[in-house]
């Protein structure tokens, strides 16, 4: 048994075979003279390569459209094309392996359709490199489809970034490991959401010889344990027993009302980035959502989502919660959650760059389909719009300009919404916090973004593994911050709730009470343990 250490992001125990996940490729030739070997091995990488095109198809198809599924109809043409194909094996047959001879064969095809000069020719070049390199994965094992995983896996990795990590959500998964990685990005956000134990930072896991192996994850101590021994298996496997009961136990808070001993009720919300995540919503009872990530639903489609697409997600949402608040987060594109299709450029610093509202009050055709879609879902249920970022009272300004051109062009169209849809902020950012008693005046909500609150006041990049005990959400800046936002918000008579991830430390839960916070919106995970914390407060 071999035992390693990282830093936990979701506790719990998960056991599972190792597979590691990189998607680098470094093709490497070499001869060989098995040349019936390496054709049969080109051949289940072809069909696998197809599987995977087809479902990607399907996938496109249902969730975002025909028109944007054809694309793989394409690719899984090319798959097959005998040209393509016969070039791949006459150069196996000249004595190299199936690999070099895929990417030799991509890169003559990609060559010859640039060289044509029609426009839609020149484009199959991106097209037959992307098929080549979905059939060297499959032939190097490098494949990320989670669907298809026979049994219960844990995925190791360098790194995954959100897009990569929300295609766990459909696959056989019960944790995942990685290399470098940090506790408040995304992509541990995103486990919390889905219920799977993780742990970062360990090093040497990406060693080859682990793949396949059996090995366990302990999320709560951060340890790995690789090939287990009989006595760690039984302590790991009683661990989980008691952690299930105790969550079991968790289950009488179910329907339970959120109030202090002293009477004061706060709004126990949660957090979502996807349809799939509400299902755990209404799970553990939370009372709302107080944070719907909506740039999850552009990072899982290829093109923009229309807003016949959005607002169908939207009303969804809003009917499935059945009268309990939904606050939509306007798209927060930027920085670690990237969309090729936007066409951002590369920038030093895309955390301190153009993303999230910079974005849409530049780009307001995304912003005004994102708008009318929420807006019209706003008329099945209780939604409030929230944006994300603000640092000026002059964002906030043209937000809400937008935003009424948009309720105008609904009114002119005959189109029902909330007239009294609220609208909110995020207060992310330390100008937000310090001017929070001016933009009160001017919103119905503050909502407080302790991710990127704790990145922006300690100049600390949140994704950064190297400064990551330099992300300090207990430092006394945040904490008075936070305060200050709340009693602004109070001035103005106005609410203030928390969504980043200091929402769920139960160690402060008092302290916000006291400060004048009246909601929390965390993963649905902690949602019921929240509820049993803040019923035993006397505050
Ligand atoms: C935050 O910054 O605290 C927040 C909730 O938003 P996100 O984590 O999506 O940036
Ligand atoms: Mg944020």
Request: charged content about 30%; aromatic content about 8%.
């Amino acid at each position: 048994m071999i035992t390693k250490n990282g830093k936990g992001v979701f506790g719990g125990i998960a056991f599972g075979k190792i597979h590691i996940f990189s998607d680098h490729i470094d093709v490497k030739k070499y001869f060989t003279s098995d040349t019936a070997k390496e054709k049969e091995r080109f051949e289940r990488a072809c069909n696998k390569a197809f599987d995977e095109t087809i479902s990607l198809m399907e996938k496109t198809k249902e969730d975002v459209g025909k028109k944007e599924a054809e694309i793989f109809e394409i690719h899984s043409m090319m798959i097959r094309d005998e040209e393509y194909v016969s070039a791949v094996e006459s150069r196996i047959e000249g004595g190299i392996n199936a690999e070099a001879a895929v990417k030799e064969t991509g890169d003559e095809f990609a060559e010859k359709f640039l060289s044509l000069e029609d426009s839609y020719m020149k484009q199959r070049a991106a097209d037959v490199i992307d098929i080549s390199e979905r059939i060297i994965k499959a032939l190097m094992g490098k494949s990320l489809n989670a669907k298809d995983l026979k049994e219960k896996t844990i995925v190791v990795a360098h790194d995954l970034t959100p897009s990569q990590t929300v295609q766990l959500r459909e696959g056989n998964i019960s944790g995942f490991i990685t290399e470098g990685g940090s506790g408040n990005s995304h992509t541990a956000i995103l486990a919390r959401t889905m219920n799977l134990p993780a742990v970062i930072g360990v090093k040497g896991i990406m060693d080859e010889a682990y793949e396949g192996i059996d090995a366990a994850i302990d999320g709560s101590s951060g340890t790995i344990y690789i090939a287990p021994n009989n006595t760690t298996m039984k302590r790991l496997e009683d661990k989980k027993i008691k952690s299930d009961g105790e969550k079991e136990l968790l289950q009488k808070y179910k329907g339970v009302k959120t109030v202090t001993k002293s009477g004061k009720e706060i709004m126990l919300y949660a957090n979502i980035s996807n349809m799939a995540d509400l299902d755990m919503v209404l799970a553990n009872d939370a009372e709302g959502i107080g944070l719907f990530r909506t740039e999850f639903i552009f990072m899982e489609s290829r093109t923009f989502p229309s807003e016949e697409e959005q607002f169908e997600i939207y009303k969804r949402a809003a009917e499935k919660m059945g009268g309990r608040r939904v606050i939509i987060r306007t798209l927060d594109i930027g920085a670690d959650k990237k969309v090729d299709y936007f066409d951002i450029p590369e920038e030093e610093n895309p955390a301190m760059g153009f993303r999230a509202i910079r974005i849409c009050l530049e780009r307001t055709n995304i912003f005004k389909v994102q708008l009318k879609a929420i807006l019209r879902a706003s008329a099945f249920g209780k939604v409030a719009i929230m944006f994300p970022m603000i640092c000026t009272l002059e964002e906030l300004r043209k937000a809400k300009s937008i935003l009424n051109e948009v309720k105008l062009e609904l009114d002119f169209a005959g189109i029902k919404y909330d007239r009294n849809i609220e609208v909110g902020i995020m207060v992310e950012t330390p100008a937000a916090a310090i001017i929070s008693d001016i933009l009160a005046q001017e919103c119905d909500f503050f909502s407080i973004g302790t991710n990127d609150l704790t990145q922006y006041t300690l100049a600390v990049d949140r994704q950064n593994s190297k400064v990551n005990s330099q992300f300090d959400t207990h430092h006394e800046s945040i904490l008075r911050l936070i305060r200050i936002t709340a009693e602004n918000a109070k001035k103005e008579g106005i609410w203030t709730g928390i969504c980043g991830e200091l929402g769920a430390d139960e160690s402060l839960t008092e302290k916000f009470i006291k400060w004048g916070v009246d909601e929390l919106s965390v993963s649905p995970v902690y949602v019921l343990s929240l509820r049993k914390k803040i019923t035993e407060l006397y505050v």
